[in-house]
């Protein structure tokens, strides 16, 4: 699988150095960083020699509505300058200097998007309607955003609230990392924008494709920065780059419901410190006389292994967990999600994480705390009535995708989702798992 679901569209490829506007883009790889800079710059589309669906550059892409290809390999010698190309991210294809013929078939799958775009022009018209299952159960439907102007279109799309606030954007294309006030700032006007909705501000999971890089913080690149200083292993090794942000997200929740989200957590320890570091933070702003909300909800991502199989000690210790399955399948299954060499190899439906899944579902219902699911799976319409069924009742999806979850929402019944999910996760160790789903959910 190479592409990923984005608009067809066609234009000259690599970069020239005027102006990108309606260009492609074509790079042998792309950071996240890149990929604003790029945005701002009005590119049409790119195309990348390294990457996969999963990485973040790619989510990036999908979240800012840019067409893009990742993991063509050799995509920079095969491409010319100023040669006419095709970028179909739906399908994953990329032409370069398309005939007659070709070029007719692609304007018939424009003509094709058009279609789909009525299509959303449909749903859109239900958009007002709640997100209530046949059998009467309220469903959350929550955005994943990258950046504040995404409170946009979190609400053009009749989010619930935002059930991942993606931050690392602060500290990207800059030579040193954000003070506590330009943070506070940032999440302030989410905070304001989103005019009370739920808001889950995640704290920076930086060190993988999110480099440290130009920002005065001196790590060289690991090895392996997967299994590296990431995420919350660099909070707590570096205050001086964690406590800013957790007090500018404490004072943002002086203005409005907001969570406090910990990704990559992979044991009890971590969890304890991190909330050891948090108490002491409110302490000092208490102090201070900074305003902040005591009762903040504190949760944390279930996305390494680990952490699912401890999810019953971290539900007695945190307020909310929410499951992050493009980590959680990439560790589980030994898949780096941005090797496009392995990514076939990158299933959501494998037995090990649905019982991982599970697991976790069901430490959080247990200790009576939320449970949701936010990475890509959980905006995949094809498999809202699979995690319906396993007890999932809150996903958040980039906003996007919002409008199809809410009719397949819509058009469920749990007490049948939940006997096919339990009857699913049953046969799974025995059964293809693929043909077993398309039975019991399509
Ligand atoms: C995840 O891992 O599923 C997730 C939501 O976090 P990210 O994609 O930012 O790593
Ligand atoms: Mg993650």
């Not at 063509?72 to 010698?77: C, E, G, N, V």
């Not at 979190?154 to 954000?178: I, K, Q, S």
């Not at 699913?424 to 798992?433: G, S, T």
Request: hydrophobic share 45%; charged share 20%; proline share 6%.
């Amino acid at each position: 699988m190479r592409g990923f679901t984005q608009p067809l569209t066609q234009g000259a490829g690599h970069p020239d150095k005027q102006s990108l506007r309606g260009r492609i883009v074509v790079a042998r790889d792309l950071t996240p960083s890149d990929i604003i800079m790029l945005k701002h710059q009005g590119i049409a589309a790119f195309v990348t020699e390294y990457g996969g669906p999963l990485s973040h550059t790619a989510i990036l892409a999908r979240s800012l509505g840019i067409p893009a290809i990742l993991g063509i390999r050799h995509a920079s010698q095969l491409l010319q300058q100023d040669e006419m190309l095709v970028v179909d991210g739906s399908q994953g294809i990329v032409l370069a200097d398309p005939t007659g013929p070709i070029l007719q078939h692609f304007h018939q799958r424009i003509s094709q998007r058009e279609a789909r775009e009525a299509r959303e022009a449909e749903l859109r018209r239900g958009i007002d309607l709640p997100a209530v299952t046949l059998d009467g159960t309220q469903i959350s439907l929550l955005a994943n955003i990258e950046l504040p102007d995404d409170i946009v279109t979190t609400l053009e799309n009749r989010a619930d609230g935002v059930g991942l606030f993606r931050t690392e954007f602060l500290y990207m294309n800059r030579t040193a990392p954000p003070e506590e006030e330009e943070q506070l700032d940032a999440y302030l006007d989410a905070v304001r924008g989103l005019q009370g909705r739920l808001l889950t501000i995640r704290t920076f999971d930086l060190g993988v494709d999110k480099t440290l890089e130009g920002n005065g913080i001196g790590y060289l690149p690991a090895a392996n920065p997967a299994l590296g200083l990431r995420a919350v292993r660099l909070c707590l090794k570096e205050p001086g780059l964690f406590l800013p942000q957790l007090r500018a997200i404490l004072r943002a929740s002086a203005e409005g419901p907001v969570r406090l989200m910990i990704p990559m957590l992979s044991s009890l320890a971590e969890v304890n410190e991190v909330l050891t570091i948090i108490e002491q933070t409110k302490q000092a702003l208490q102090k201070e006389g900074l305003a902040f909300d005591p009762e903040i909800p504190i949760g944390g991502m279930i996305e390494i292994p680990a952490a699912a199989i401890s999810a019953q000690a971290f539900a007695r210790k945190l307020d909310f967990l929410s499951i992050g399955t493009n980590d959680l399948i990439q560790y589980t299954l030994a898949v780096d999600r941005m090797d496009e060499e392995v990514n076939y190899l990158f299933d959501p439906l494998h037995p090990a994480v649905l019982k991982l899944i599970a697991l976790t579902i069901s430490a959080a219902k247990q200790n009576n705390i939320p449970v949701s699911m936010c990475g890509e799976m959980a905006g995949d319409p094809l498999f809202t009535r699979l995690l319906l069924g396993m007890g999932l009742t809150e996903l958040s999806m980039q906003p996007g995708a919002l409008l199809e979850s809410r009719e397949v929402v819509r058009n469920s019944h749990l007490p049948e989702l939940s006997k096919r999910a339990a009857s699913f996760i049953e046969r799974l160790d025995h059964e293809a798992p693929l043909a077993l789903f398309e039975e019991l959910f399509s």
